[in-house]
Structure formats: C-alpha cells, structure tokens
C-alpha cells in the first residue's frame, strides 16, 4: 500500500512538473510577445526598454525565467502585464464565486444524475427510459453559454423571475444569493446531467448481470435492497470518481462558459476576461494552478480507491 | 494516471460476443456489418437525427448558392445605414439606437433578421455553419488518424515506446479540456503557427484535434494490448510481415467498428469546443462567422435582438444533438457491448 502510495504521489509530482514547463513554453514561445516592449509602451527607448528586461528578468535564461513565474505563482507575487493587478489577488476574490457556483451545481448534477440514470437503467427500454436517454442528449448537445442566454433572456428579462446576472455573496443576503445562483446551477448542471446518467444508466446495466447481483436476488432480497445495496454501491465507483475530478475542474475555472454568460466575477471570468485582453500572466497562473489542483485530485482520488478496493492496489 | 481504469478504457476484446443477441431469425453465419447495418435500420430515431444532420450539412454546404441568389449579400458585408421594405413599410436594417431588425421571413431579404452591423443572420448562419463544420471534420480526422497512430503504436510495441506514448497521452488527459483549447488558443491567435496565421480556420481545427486524442488514443491503446495477444497476429508474425504491415492490415481492420463508434461522439464534442473557443475569442476570428461568435456577438443586444442569439444556438444544438443520437444508435448497432465514452 504504502508502495503504490509513494508510486502514485511520483507520478503525480511528475506530471505536475510537465504541465508547469509546457504550459510555461507554450505561453513563452509566442512570437512577438516580448512582454518588455508591451510594458514600456510605444514611444519606450531601448534603454527604457532594457531596464524593464532587467527587472522582470526577461533577459535571463530561459529556465532561470521559468523558476521566476513559478515562485512568483506560488507566492502569489504574479501581476498581470496589461492591468498591473495580483492575479493572486484576483483569483482570492473571485474564489467564493466559483465555490458557490461549483458546490451547488455539483450537489445537482450530482444527485440528479444517480436518479435519471437508476431510473433509466431499472426502466431500460420502455417509454421512461426512452424519454430519459433523449433529454440526456439533449442535455450534452447544449452549450452553457447558450442555455444561460436562453434563460436569462426568457426568465430575467421576459418573465422578470430571475436576475439579469451578477453575483451576492453569502454573507450579505443568502437568499439574493440563492436567487442569484440558480440559473447558473441549473446552466453548469445540464452539461453533466446528460452525460453522468447514461454513464450511470450503462454501468448499472453491467452489474445486473454479475453474478453477485444474481447471489443477492438469490438469497431472496427484495429488488430495492439489490438495488440500493448492491447494484447502486458498485456502479457509483466511476461516477463519483467522475464528479471528483469535473468538481476540481469546475473550481479551477472549468466553469468559464457558465461564468461569464451569468457575469459571477469568478475565477473562470476572469480567466475569460484576460483572454478577451489577450493577457498571458493571469491564464497562465490559471491554467497552471487549475491543472494541478485536477492534478492532485486525481492523485487523491486513486489513492482513497486503492484503500476502498485492493484490485486497484494490486493492479497499480 | 493509469491506475484505475477510467471509464470509456475498457472494452470487450471479443466483439462477436456482443452479437449473440441479435435475433432469431438470421442465417447463420451473417456478418458483425450486415448486423450491425440491420441493426441501425431498425432504429427509426437515430435515423431520423441522421438524416436531420445530413439536411444541415447540405444548407452549409450550400450557403454560397443562398448567398448569392437569394439573399444577394454576403456575410460579411454590413449595411448599417440601409433600409429595407417589409410587408409596404420602409425600416432601418439597423435601427437608430443600434438595434438590428428581427427576422422578416422573406427569403430574400434579411429572412433571420440583422445583425448589429446590418449583415444577413441567415447568410452568416449558413457560412457560420459551414465553418463550424469544416472545423469539426477536419478536427475529427485530425484526432483520429493522431489517435490512431499513438494508440496502436503504443499498444503494439508496448515497453518503452508505450511508456512514453502513455506519459504524453496522460499529459494532455490532465489538461481540463477547455483550459487546453484556451492555452492552445490564445498562444496561436497571438503568434500563429509557422507560416500560418492566427485567424486561419485551420488553426482552431488543429487545436481541437489536438486537444481530444487521448480520449481516442487510450482506448485505441487498451484494444491492441488484447488484440495482440490473439492467434491470427501470431500466424502474421511466423509469416514474416512486417511491423507496419501486420499494424495497418491485421490489427487496423479490427478496430474498425471502434473507429466508426468513436467519429460521431468525436464529431460532436469538436463542433461544440469550437463554439465554446469561438464565443471566448480564441476559436475562429471575427468577420469569419462561426455558430460560436455568433452568439457571442448576439449576447451584445438581448434582450432587443434575441433572434441573433437564438439562431445561431438553435442551430448549433440540432446539429450537435443529431449527430449525438445518431452516434448513440451507431454504437448500439455495431458494439452493444462496448463503453465508448467521452469526458467532457
């Protein structure tokens, strides 16, 4: 155990450590990007020009230059080029943005997913689980940033039930917040909804037929404890799995799309902002940390499994 | 990364297993094709999303002929100031507080509206598609001939050659999807590859391309580990063939229903990456139309101008959600048993 622990957190480290130096040269190796000549602006000399260079050590070599932005992310001393803000800073703020928006959401897809896809399973073929698999797919094919125009524009704007868009915090008003929050819930939540059930719909289809399933209904358990006891235990293994590593992503500034539709000011947002500005220091910080906290997640998500099931031990 | 089999690697290395199912009344002896053909025909649904998805493809295709013909503009021409006759009345395309004028179901002019620089919804919604689609196909192909490539390579040679491979695929696995075509995106919208420039249709389609190989590439990978291990790859290596040739001619022909399984969902999931670089500013660039920054240009007037949001998003979601359904029936016709999936 302790073995696959160790071979695990390596392996984690060490993707990390990839994901860090590519993403650090993809967004190094643009052309015509030397940051010293957008920061002095257009009438800099060469001095000017040089004494910016120094400072930020764009004249240095390129691994002294790639140990600098790391250390400036992790201690959160990172400014964007064009606004001159602390990405850090912006990130803290836009942090209990994102939480709100992820944990809710992944309360409901989460929740709403286990039902849709035990319904389906347990109605396989008829007319319920018919229905089921098609608003599912109805739910992959739409694009948060559409569903949340659609609503926003029906709801808010037609129907006057919900906010426009924006965001307020927990701690000022929870039921504005509430309100606030539950279109985007809804928007992130269709995405995942669509597909964690017919993941959940297939898995369960598995496992009716081993042989465990049979050995319950055998010793003569009612279908709802098979069901509940049995079946469900083992086929949410891959869903939780799932939810695990999109909950990460979603935090991370997965949720961009859903963000920057409802205007939350989340991480996401801003990710999506700099984007628009064009501004390297802020995505990089974000795609970086986001990255690595999937990264990690991941990691962590082995591990309990390995503690959980000795198969994936002995197999890792 | 490889630790727990992820959902979407594992497959049935025996297909004809998955075959025994599938009705009384065949001769025996009946190919896995024509089954799976006899199959899909039954399945009244995912025809129908397939031929709704062909329709779409063909109005694309045809945007130039509309475009010219029909509706006389092009997309990318604006018309500001101009007026038009609907139903007797004379009305700004563009009205004086900048709102375009909403669809006038006239075929020939502005029959989906305007947009805030006065061009034709309609016109820019076929071009807008034909891009997304261009981009999707090209995408597709890209991903799967990578995929393909990696995936058998490394399932194959196994050792070192897979370690690496592996390694790579793990690499961009970790990337949550989006925040790569962002990375991807910007860089090159930036910089531009080589020669290419950054406002190229082709630059989205290779970053998206890019982005979804490890979801082809592992499973690809997890089929070859069995597949090699069968007799008739044996028989192949004690008759001399070569690597390549027992690669592209032995092994290559028994994936192909996983190959055919996968082009949709692929499909799908590219025309919706595109849309979702596009609405952000990264995927396809301004004039050019694309569902995607349609609807991103749409969002600057609701709730005045709606239609230009809806359109396009309407659009988008049929064609997604045909060749969805229509993927979905492909898979259960030709690999019951397979657990073909995709992350989003």
């Given amino acids: ?316 | 990364m490889a630790t727990t089999s992820a959902p979407g690697t594992e497959f049935s290395d025996d297909l004809s297993a998955g075959f025994v199912d599938a009705g009384g009344d065949l001769a025996p002896g009946t190919g896995p094709w024509k089954l799976g053909w006899r199959r899909l025909r039954r399945n009244k649904v995912a025809l129908f999303f397939g031929g709704v998805f062909l329709v779409i493809v063909v109005l694309c295709l045809l945007a130039p002929v509309y475009s010219q013909d029909i509706a006389h503009v092009s997309p990318s021409l604006g018309n500001i100031t101009g007026t038009i006759r609907v139903g007797g009345k004379t009305e700004n395309i563009v009205s004086l507080t900048g709102i375009p004028i909403g669809p006038t179901w006239d075929p020939s002019h502005y029959f989906l509206g305007a947009d805030t620089l006065g061009r034709d919804t309609a016109v820019r919604l076929l071009y807008g598609g034909r891009n997304s689609l261009e981009i999707g196909a090209v995408a597709t192909l890209l991903t799967m001939v990578l995929a393909l490539i990696v995936g058998i390579a490394a399932g194959y040679f196994r050792g070192i050659a897979d370690g690496v491979l592996s390694r790579i695929l793990d690499i961009i696995w970790a990337y949550p999807v989006l925040l790569l075509g962002i990375t991807l995106g910007t860089v090159i919208a930036v910089g531009g590859i080589g020669p290419i420039k950054g406002s190229n249709l082709l630059v989205p389609a290779f970053v998206i391309g890019f982005v979804y190989i490890p979801y082809v590439a592992k499973p690809v990978r997890g089929q070859v580990l069995q597949l090699r291990e069968r007799e008739f790859i044996d028989a192949a290596r004690q008759q001399g063939l070569s690597h390549a040739r027992i690669m592209f001619s032995e092994i290559m022909p028994n994936l192909s229903s996983t190959i055919l399984v996968f082009i949709p969902l692929i499909l799908a999931n590219a025309i919706l990456l595109e849309a979702a670089l596009s609405y952000l500013g990264v995927g396809v660039e301004p004039p050019n139309p694309s569902w995607g920054n349609m609807i991103a240009d749409g969002l600057t007037t609701i709730p005045e101008a709606f239609h230009n949001v809806l359109v396009p998003g309407l659009m988008l979601v049929l064609a997604v959600m045909s060749i969805n359904i229509f993927g979905d029936g492909l898979r259960d016709a030709l690999d019951p048993r397979a657990k073909v999936r995709i992350a989003h």
């Fill in chain 1, 1 to 316: 155990m302790t073995r696959f622990i160790v071979r695990r957190l390596l392996a984690m480290l060490l993707v990390m450590f990839v994901i860090s130096v590519i993403t650090f040269l993809l967004f190094e190796a643009i052309p015509n990007g030397n940051p010293a000549f957008r920061l002095a602006g257009r009438t800099a000399t060469t001095a000017e020009i040089h004494q910016i260079e120094v400072k930020y050590g764009f004249n240095k070599p390129i691994y002294i230059q790639y140990l600098r932005s790391m250390k400036n992310i992790f201690t959160g001393k990172a400014y964007s080029y064009t606004q001159g803000f602390n990405v850090w800073d912006e990130i803290k703020t836009g942090l209990p943005k994102t939480l709100s928006l992820a944990v809710g959401a992944g309360i409901i897809w989460l929740l709403v997913s286990i039902l849709f896809g035990t319904l389906a399973a347990i109605r396989a073929g008829k007319h319920t689980d018919r229905v089921l698999t098609v608003v599912s797919m109805l739910g992959v094919s739409l694009p948060p940033f559409f569903l949340g125009a659609v609503l926003i524009y029906f709801l808010g704007y037609k129907a006057n039930i919900f906010p426009l868009g924006g965001y307020v915090p927990l701690t000022q008003n929870p039921v504005q917040w509430l309100v606030h929050l539950i279109l985007p819930w809804f928007t992130l939540s269709v995405l995942f909804i669509g597909f964690y059930s017919r993941v959940l719909r297939s898995t369960i289809l598995d496992t009716i037929n081993e042989d465990y399933i049979r050995t319950a209904h055998a010793k003569g358990l009612t279908d709802r404890q098979v069901l509940i006891r049995h079946t469900l235990r083992n086929s949410l293994i891959p869903i939780i799995s799932l939810w695990g590593l999109d909950f990460a992503q979603v935090i991370g500034g997965g949720a961009i799309l859903t963000e920057s539709v409802y205007n939350l000011h989340g991480v996401g947002q801003l990710a999506a902002d700099s984007i628009g500005r064009l501004d390297i220091i802020p995505i990089l910080e974000i795609v970086i940390l986001a990255s690595f906290f999937v990264v990690v997640l991941a990691a962590v998500i082995d591990i309990v499994y390995a503690f959980l099931d000795p198969r994936i031990r002995l197999a890792g």
